[in-house]
């Protein structure tokens, strides 16, 4: 069984920056398809970013340019590092990988005051 175990999120002003972690455990393979999803209050999940097999990276439009999403030397971990965040950033983000079938992370409070 697949598990993911987020941190980083927190509180920073607008402008400011913020890294999320995300480790998977549960298996030896390489887990291919990684990625962040975020949901603000009242509104559906949306995909923030994602590393697809082959190394390649997609972003939302409203993302591209301020995040990058990495992945980290140990095996099966991705990073989410966020610039220039907005009040419009401000949401639960959960680190999501597909092996299989989709996993899901707890997730973490991103807030971003004015």
């Known amino acids: 069984q697949v598990q993911l175990v987020e941190s980083g999120g927190g509180l920073v002003q607008a402008g400011g920056s913020l890294r999320l972690s995300c480790a998977a455990s549960?298996?030896?393979?390489?887990?291919?398809?990684m990625g962040w999803y975020r949901q603000a209050p009242g509104k559906q999940r949306e995909l923030v970013a994602r590393i697809i097999p082959g190394g390649d990276t997609n972003y939302a439009d409203s993302v591209a340019g301020r995040f990058t999403i990495s992945r980290g030397n140990v095996k099966n971990t991705v990073y989410l590092q966020m610039n220039s965040l907005k009040p419009e950033d401000t949401a639960v983000y959960y680190c999501?990988?597909?092996?299989?079938?989709?996993?899901w992370g707890q997730g973490t409070q991103v807030t971003v005051s004015p």
């Open positions: 549960g298996t030896i393979f390489t887990i291919n398809t």
């Open positions: 999501w990988a597909r092996y299989g079938i989709d996993h």
